[in-house]
């Protein structure tokens, strides 16, 4: 049997950072991604599911989707100083998500806080099938 | 050579290579690189000089599409590239400024010789950390009303040096005296105002920095006194890098969208999306030009605040007054911005959006723009290398203002990525390692440190020898780590 391939993997690009992020649904690669991206943040490990949040957003395709889905999230971790470690996506369309996004302020002495992200770009930006399953590849402004 | 670039570019010296036309229908000016041949070897590793050509196809570019020495892959435009387009028919693109919207450096001088800083480095460097906040989750102590954003937003670092953050002298020192005209806080988010508030007056983090130096050489003995470098050998001075927060890369993020659909709208063909536009006389193109002015006159006030922190740390550590320790402000310079900027177009004056993402400005002896205490010897061009070598300050030229629109390079330009750079150095304590070169280090997280290494940057040496003998900008002085933040 094959092994399963991770739900996100980092890969490097020059002066930046990317994630492929996959899934069985493309709501899972979309979840993935999410967590991929805190990954590269925070220590996943031990941020707690304390707070939660509600996002929906809107787009022109599955890739400003993406776009929009995570910068969201960045946006709700700069302003209420969140970090999260667990997404479960709704709904979600060729053009519209609608997610919930759990976790806890951010803690210096706990967190272990990695790399600032400053956003996320369209640069090589790839949503699609694969094996029977769905992935996101993104490249983030650090 | 990946894709045989050799092939396809034209060697006009030791130092220039020209980008044909013809490499790919639809370039309306050739590309021109600045660099060595090992340069432009390790260019040509990545997409950055396809870039160079993507740039060309831009409507309204002038002259050529730039390529500073240190240029790397970007999102759109190269990291390192610098275009021009005419205000009538040309356009406008986020991707020619980058998310980061005025990220810049400022340099500041004192009277202190590296003798005397060394015994107190370390509360210093404590004291810096403290006062200047960084890293992830940073806040600044700073609170701003919503009207007062608005303010900043259209006055940039006058709004500061108004309450005290700074003086009179800083705004002389500071490019375009630290505001660019035609802001407009209407053209501006909610969300992007809203990450400013958080942010305003923070370093950040990745390759941003502020750093405690000691000049180590000096190669031109007048710009250096001129530049208040003039105590020679052994002067203390502190160098630092941010710029507009989250509160630019808010405004980037809203115009790529609005960007997108205008490219649509207009027609503007475009061989990368990320090179997304519009016309600089269209709605959208004037949205942004006045969003980006209100993000980089932010940065600015970012900076002041920062200077300002810096010289009472400074003040507070050595026991003496600011005033004492001569703690003036060298230059602020912009190196992430459009400008709108008057220059030479065949024999005739123009007036040009210059695009310099990841470029310096650098303008000669004589220019109206520059300070009319540098007037005769020319804009100081800083240039930041790495954590554990050294940083250079250098002068604008005339050959800058013929040949690049008053450009050049913005620092050493990365080499290997931050996993390459990890992996490089896994298990060295790159903190242990600064330390026993006799730099004290403070940073949010050491592990990280590696991915800001010598190592993962070509060096700056290199890179500023380029821009000296190609004359687009003349070496002043080099100056060596003593102390170092990081985000």
């Given at each position: 049997?094959?092994?399963?391939?991770?739900?996100?993997?980092?890969?490097?690009?020059?002066?930046?950072?990317?994630?492929?992020?996959?899934?069985?649904?493309?709501?899972?690669?979309?979840?993935?991604?999410?967590?991929?991206?805190?990954?590269?943040?925070?220590?996943?490990?031990?941020?707690?599911?304390?707070?939660?949040?509600?996002?929906?957003?809107?787009?022109?395709d599955?890739?400003?989707?993406?776009?929009?889905?995570?910068?969201?999230?960045?946006?709700?971790?700069?302003?209420d100083?969140?970090?999260?470690?667990?997404?479960?996506?709704?709904?979600?369309?060729?053009?519209?998500?609608?997610?919930?996004?759990?976790?806890?302020?951010?803690?210096?002495?706990?967190?272990?806080?990695?790399?600032?992200?400053?956003?996320?770009?369209?640069?090589?930006?790839?949503?699609?099938?694969?094996?029977?399953g769905?992935?996101?590849?993104?490249?983030?402004?650090? | 050579?990946?894709?045989?670039?050799?092939?396809?570019?034209?060697?006009?010296?030791?130092?220039?290579?020209?980008?044909?036309?013809?490499?790919?229908?639809?370039?309306?000016?050739?590309?021109?690189?600045?660099a060595?041949?090992?340069?432009?070897?390790?260019?040509?590793?990545?997409?950055?000089?396809?870039?160079?050509?993507?740039?060309a196809?831009l409507?309204?570019?002038?002259?050529?599409?730039?390529a500073?020495?240190?240029?790397?892959?970007?999102?759109?435009?190269?990291?390192?590239?610098?275009?021009?387009?005419?205000?009538?028919?040309?356009?406008?693109?986020p991707?020619?400024?980058?998310?980061?919207?005025?990220?810049?450096?400022?340099?500041?001088?004192?009277n202190?010789?590296?003798?005397?800083?060394?015994?107190?480095?370390?509360?210093?460097?404590?004291?810096?950390?403290?006062?200047?906040?960084?890293?992830?989750?940073?806040?600044?102590p700073?609170?701003?009303?919503?009207?007062?954003?608005?303010?900043?937003?259209?006055?940039?670092?006058?709004?500061?040096?108004?309450?005290?953050?700074?003086?009179?002298?800083?705004?002389?020192?500071?490019?375009?005296?630290?505001?660019?005209?035609?802001?407009?806080?209407?053209?501006?988010?909610?969300?992007?105002?809203?990450?400013?508030?958080?942010?305003?007056?923070?370093?950040?983090?990745?390759?941003?920095?502020?750093?405690?130096?000691?000049?180590?050489?000096?190669?031109?003995?007048?710009a250096?006194?001129?530049?208040?470098?003039?105590?020679?050998?052994g002067?203390?001075?502190?160098?630092?890098?941010?710029?507009?927060?989250?509160?630019?890369?808010?405004?980037?993020?809203?115009y790529?969208?609005?960007?997108?659909?205008?490219?649509?709208?207009?027609?503007?063909?475009l061989p990368?999306?990320?090179?997304?536009?519009?016309?600089?006389?269209?709605?959208?193109?004037?949205?942004?030009?006045?969003a980006?002015?209100?993000?980089?006159?932010?940065?600015?006030?970012?900076?002041?605040?920062?200077?300002?922190?810096?010289?009472?740390?400074?003040?507070?550590?050595?026991?003496?007054?600011?005033e004492?320790?001569?703690?003036?402000?060298?230059?602020?310079?912009?190196?992430?911005?459009?400008?709108?900027?008057?220059?030479r177009?065949?024999?005739?004056?123009?007036?040009?959006c210059?695009?310099?993402?990841?470029?310096?400005?650098?303008?000669?002896?004589?220019?109206?723009?520059?300070?009319?205490?540098?007037?005769?010897?020319?804009q100081?061009?800083?240039?930041?290398?790495?954590?554990?070598r050294?940083?250079?300050?250098?002068?604008?030229t005339?050959?800058?203002?013929?040949?690049?629109?008053?450009?050049?390079?913005?620092?050493?330009?990365?080499?290997?990525?931050?996993?390459?750079?990890?992996?490089?150095?896994?298990?060295?304590?790159?903190?242990?390692?600064?330390?026993?070169?006799?730099i004290?280090?403070?940073?949010?997280?050491?592990?990280?440190?590696?991915?800001?290494?010598?190592?993962?940057?070509?060096?700056?040496?290199?890179?500023?020898?380029?821009l000296d003998?190609?004359?687009?900008?003349?070496?002043?002085?080099?100056?060596?780590?003593?102390?170092?933040?990081?985000?």
């Amino acid at each position: 049997m094959m092994e399963q391939p991770p739900p996100f993997e980092v890969f490097d690009h020059t002066a930046d950072v990317g994630i492929v992020a996959r899934g069985d649904t493309l709501a899972e690669a979309f979840a993935n991604a999410a967590r991929g991206m805190f990954s590269l943040m925070v220590d996943l490990e031990r941020v707690a599911e304390r707070e939660e949040r509600c996002i929906d957003v809107q787009a022109d395709d599955p890739e400003g989707l993406v776009v929009h889905w995570l910068s969201e999230l960045l946006f709700i971790s700069e302003v209420d100083g969140l970090v999260f470690r667990r997404f479960d996506v709704d709904a979600l369309s060729d053009t519209r998500l609608a997610a919930r996004a759990f976790g806890e302020p951010l803690d210096i002495g706990r967190h272990n806080p990695q790399l600032m992200i400053k956003a996320v770009t369209r640069h090589q930006l790839q949503v699609g099938r694969e094996d029977g399953g769905y992935r996101v590849r993104v490249i983030f402004d650090i | 050579m990946a894709k045989g670039w050799f092939n396809v570019l034209e060697k006009v010296d030791d130092y220039r290579w020209r980008l044909p036309t013809g490499y790919k229908t639809g370039m309306r000016v050739p590309g021109l690189i600045f660099a060595d041949e090992p340069m432009l070897r390790s260019m040509a590793e990545d997409e950055a000089i396809e870039q160079v050509a993507n740039v060309a196809f831009l409507p309204g570019i002038v002259g050529h599409s730039l390529a500073m020495p240190d240029i790397h892959w970007g999102y759109g435009f190269p990291i390192g590239g610098v275009a021009a387009m005419r205000l009538d028919d040309g356009v406008v693109s986020p991707g020619g400024v980058g998310f980061d919207i005025n990220c810049g450096t400022r340099l500041l001088r004192t009277n202190l010789m590296e003798d005397e800083v060394r015994p107190v480095m370390k509360p210093l460097v404590d004291q810096l950390f403290r006062d200047v906040p960084s890293g992830l989750g940073a806040h600044g102590p700073l609170r701003v009303s919503n009207a007062e954003l608005d303010e900043i937003m259209v006055r940039g670092a006058a709004w500061m040096v108004e309450r005290g953050y700074g003086t009179e002298a800083d705004l002389d020192a500071t490019e375009s005296r630290g505001a660019i005209p035609g802001a407009s806080p209407a053209t501006v988010s909610q969300r992007a105002r809203q990450r400013g508030h958080e942010q305003l007056g923070t370093l950040g983090a990745g390759n941003h920095f502020l750093e405690v130096q000691a000049v180590e050489a000096v190669y031109d003995e007048a710009a250096a006194r001129a530049f208040g470098l003039d105590l020679g050998v052994g002067q203390v001075v502190v160098f630092f890098h941010c710029g507009s927060r989250g509160f630019g890369h808010q405004v980037c993020q809203d115009y790529l969208d609005v960007m997108e659909k205008a490219a649509r709208k207009y027609h503007i063909s475009l061989p990368d999306k990320q090179l997304a536009c519009a016309p600089i006389k269209s709605k959208e193109g004037k949205d942004y030009l006045a969003a980006m002015a209100a993000a980089a006159n932010f940065a600015w006030a970012n900076r002041q605040a920062i200077a300002h922190w810096t010289r009472q740390a400074v003040a507070r550590v050595l026991g003496r007054s600011v005033e004492e320790i001569g703690l003036q402000q060298v230059y602020d310079v912009a190196h992430n911005i459009a400008k709108i900027e008057e220059h030479r177009v065949d024999a005739r004056r123009t007036r040009l959006c210059v695009h310099r993402k990841g470029a310096t400005r650098a303008f000669p002896a004589g220019h109206p723009e520059v300070p009319t205490k540098y007037r005769d010897v020319g804009q100081p061009v800083l240039v930041p290398g790495d954590m554990g070598r050294y940083s250079y300050l250098c002068v604008g030229t005339e050959q800058a203002m013929a040949e690049t629109w008053g450009s050049t390079c913005h620092g050493a330009g990365r080499m290997q990525s931050r996993g390459a750079a990890k992996r490089a150095l896994k298990g060295i304590d790159i903190a242990a390692r600064l330390q026993a070169q006799g730099i004290v280090i403070r940073a949010q997280n050491r592990a990280l440190l590696a991915e800001e290494a010598s190592e993962a940057y070509k060096d700056v040496a290199d890179v500023v020898e380029v821009l000296d003998r190609a004359g687009i900008a003349r070496k002043v002085a080099r100056m060596r780590p003593l102390g170092v933040i990081k985000g």
